[in-house]
């Protein structure tokens, strides 16, 4: 009988609260894996985790724009379970607005989540994986960055920055020890809409979410492909977007 090789994997998740990563945890739990799951909102990662099997799977608070507190996710994996095999940055916002708004408030968090959480998980599970002599990054990209459109300049391009760091953390990594890959769903029916301020675009964005975007498990699945290939298989871009989305 073969065995599913995402079984006992040790995988942590940021944004595990809900949405993609939530749907990820939910995933990779049926099959096996060990979590460690990441997010600010602690009622809804405790219950979640509590859902899932507290023996297998750990809720820790991680604001990912807190370098402090993605090291305090990856120890925990290290601590509970011996290692720590996949990290999948997955937490973003998006503060979505035409840039004449000037809305310098959305930016920076946008920059802080979507960029900088990025970074402070490589520079949490780096060491790690290193030490380890094998580990996997997978990020949540975005469609957003494959095609640009009004409104969503800070947001595409703090996707593509992400996009250029993993690629270059790839040419980097060709030793074999470090795999990484980019997911880049397109419309995909989640809570990310909340952090856009102006109500008429919220609106639409949730209009076409509810319309024709992508059910998170979708999303979930493409992650999963992307860990169960063999070590010496790299999956390094992948798109997901609905049929309809233009």
């Not at 940021?14 to 009622?43: C, F, W």
């Amino acid at each position: 009988m073969s065995t599913d090789p995402i079984t006992g994997q040790v995988v942590a998740i940021t944004g595990a609260s809900s949405g993609i990563g939530e749907a990820t945890a939910r995933l990779l739990a049926a099959r096996g894996a060990r979590l460690v799951l990441g997010a600010r909102r602690t009622d809804r990662l405790d219950a979640l985790s509590d859902e899932l099997g507290a023996a297998d799977v750990a809720a820790v608070a991680t604001d990912v724009t807190d370098a402090a507190d993605l090291v305090r996710l990856v120890d925990t994996a290290v601590k509970r379970f011996g290692r720590l095999d996949v990290l999948v940055s997955n937490a973003g916002i998006s503060a979505i607005s035409p840039l004449a708004d000037a809305d310098v408030a959305g930016w920076d968090a946008m920059i802080d989540v979507n960029l900088r959480g990025v970074l402070h998980g490589i520079a949490a599970a780096m060491p790690v994986f290193r030490r380890q002599g094998r580990g996997h990054l997978v990020t949540t990209v975005s469609t957003a960055g494959l095609k640009i459109v009004p409104t969503m300049g800070v947001y595409a391009a703090t996707k593509n920055a992400v996009r250029t760091v993993m690629e270059a953390l790839r040419q980097e990594s060709t030793d074999g020890v470090v795999r990484t890959t980019s997911i880049s769903p397109g419309f995909v029916n989640t809570e990310l809409d909340g952090s856009i301020t102006d109500d008429a675009l919220r609106e639409r964005i949730r209009a076409d979410m509810d319309a024709f975007g992508l059910p998170a498990d979708a999303v979930a699945r493409a992650i999963a492909f992307a860990i169960e290939q063999p070590h010496d298989v790299e999956i390094g871009d992948l798109t997901i977007r609905p049929t309809r989305q233009g």
